[in-house]
């Protein structure tokens, strides 16, 4: 499981970087020099995993979405925290056989 955390982190880095160029934001290499706590906030996260932000403010309450930060009233997430989250969270479903 620890070898497939990588290979998840690097997918969302690179979504996180294609919404970010998008919108004519820095890539997060260059914003902090590839910084491995980059922190997100809830629209960039809710792009990320294609869910509404209002899901993920849905999971907080509920406390089934990846960690979260508070810093007064901001939410952020880290990318590795994103990454441990939806590695738990695939669950593989394999076709019945007939």
């Known amino acids: 499981m620890g070898e497939v955390i990588p ?4 997918g969302i880095r690179q979504r996180c970087n294609a919404y970010r160029q ?3 934001l820095p890539t997060l290499e260059e914003e902090l020099d590839g ?3 980059q922190l997100l906030t809830t629209r960039e996260v809710a792009s990320l ?4 932000p209002a899901t993920l403010v849905d999971w907080r309450h509920s406390r089934q979405g990846p960690k979260y930060y508070k810093m007064g009233r901001e939410i952020r997430y880290k990318l590795t925290d ?3 989250w939806e590695e738990k969270a695939l ?3 394999e076709p019945m056989e007939l």
């Open 7 to 10: 290979a998840v982190l690097e």
């Open 22 to 24: 998008e919108r004519g």
């Open 35 to 37: 910084h491995e706590a």
């Open 49 to 52: 995993l294609k869910v509404a």
């Open 82 to 84: 994103i990454a441990e």
């Open 91 to 93: 669950v593989l479903v």
